[in-house]
Nanobody, 120 residues
Framework: QVQLVESGGGLVQAGGSLRLSCAASGAIFSINAMGWYRQVRGKQRELVAAITSGGGTNYADSVEGRFTISRDNAKNTVVLQMNSLKPEDTAVYSC??????????????WGKGTLVTVSS
C-alpha cells in the first residue's frame, strides 16, 4: 500500500505565502516525478509544478516566479512554497507521485488534496 498525505493548506490573504508538504509512504522502491496539481470546482485539474528525481522542475506559466517546488528523495517528500498568492490561486491542491513499488509495479498515486483559499 502506498499513501500520499498533504498538509499545509489554509486561508491566506492575497500577497501572502503558504507552504504545502506531501509525504509518500508505504512499499515504495523508488519515485520518479512528483508534482502538485490544483483543481477548482467545475474546472479541469491543472499541473502547478513538477520535479523529477534529479531535481528538474516544470511550472505552470501562471505560477512561474512565485511558486517553488522541491523534494527530499531520502524522505520521499515534496514541498510547494507558494509566495505572492493571488485569489485565482484558490483551489484544492493535490500531490502526485509516479513511483515504483517493491513488486516492480509502476503507477501514479494521488493524495486526497488540501484546500488553499486566497482572499482579496
Amino acid at each position: 500500500q502506498v499513501q500520499l498525505v498533504e498538509s499545509g493548506g489554509g486561508l491566506v490573504q492575497a500577497g501572502g505565502s503558504l507552504r504545502l508538504s506531501c509525504a509518500a509512504s508505504g512499499a515504495i522502491f523508488s519515485i520518479n516525478a512528483m508534482g502538485w496539481y490544483r483543481q477548482v470546482r467545475g474546472k479541469q485539474r491543472e499541473l502547478v509544478a513538477a520535479i523529477t528525481s534529479g531535481g528538474g522542475t516544470n511550472y505552470a506559466d501562471s505560477v512561474e516566479g512565485r511558486f517553488t517546488i522541491s523534494r527530499d528523495n531520502a524522505k520521499n517528500t515534496v514541498v510547494l512554497q507558494m509566495n505572492s498568492l493571488k485569489p485565482e490561486d484558490t483551489a484544492v491542491y493535490s500531490c502526485n507521485a509516479d513511483l515504483l513499488t517493491y513488486d516492480q509495479s509502476r503507477s501514479m498515486y494521488w493524495g486526497k488534496g488540501t484546500l488553499v483559499t486566497v482572499s482579496s
